[in-house]
């Protein structure tokens, strides 16, 4: 029932800013917590960032933590994920995800989340 569309993907020079949107519907409770997760061709699904509903707090993996920030406008159903000093080794496919109430141990962690966008790529050159 949820749907999520990603957009704001592209290419940047290393240092560069990028800002991702995910455009969300469907039932709020069933997107109560949600996040942004990135892979890139050969590894593993990493978790970037997450943030809930009715909460200040948001979480940062430590790879992004003081160049990314996570932000929602629940007004407009939308998630963003502003990146910043992007460097090379932030190539990947960036994607968006969506859940219900998520206890702050898994909150990036895959399995957490029901509902997931298609993704939008992002390429950062040297």
Do not use: H
Request: aromatic share 10%.
């Amino acid at each position: 029932q949820v749907q999520l569309v990603e957009s704001g993907g592209g290419s940047v020079q290393a240092g560069g800013s990028l800002r991702l949107s995910c455009a969300a519907s469907g039932a709020t409770y069933e997107r109560y917590c949600m996040a942004w997760f990135r892979q890139a061709p050969g590894k593993e699904r990493e978790g970037v960032a997450a943030i809930c509903r009715d909460t200040d707090t948001t979480y940062y993996a430590d790879s992004v933590k003081g160049r990314f920030s996570i932000s929602q406008d629940n007004a407009k159903n939308t998630l963003y994920l502003q990146m910043s000093s992007l460097q090379p080794e932030d190539t990947a496919m960036y994607s968006c995800a969506a859940g219900g109430l998520i206890g702050k141990w898994r909150l990036l962690l895959p399995p957490s989340y029901k509902y997931w966008g298609q993704g939008t790529q992002v390429t950062v050159s040297s």
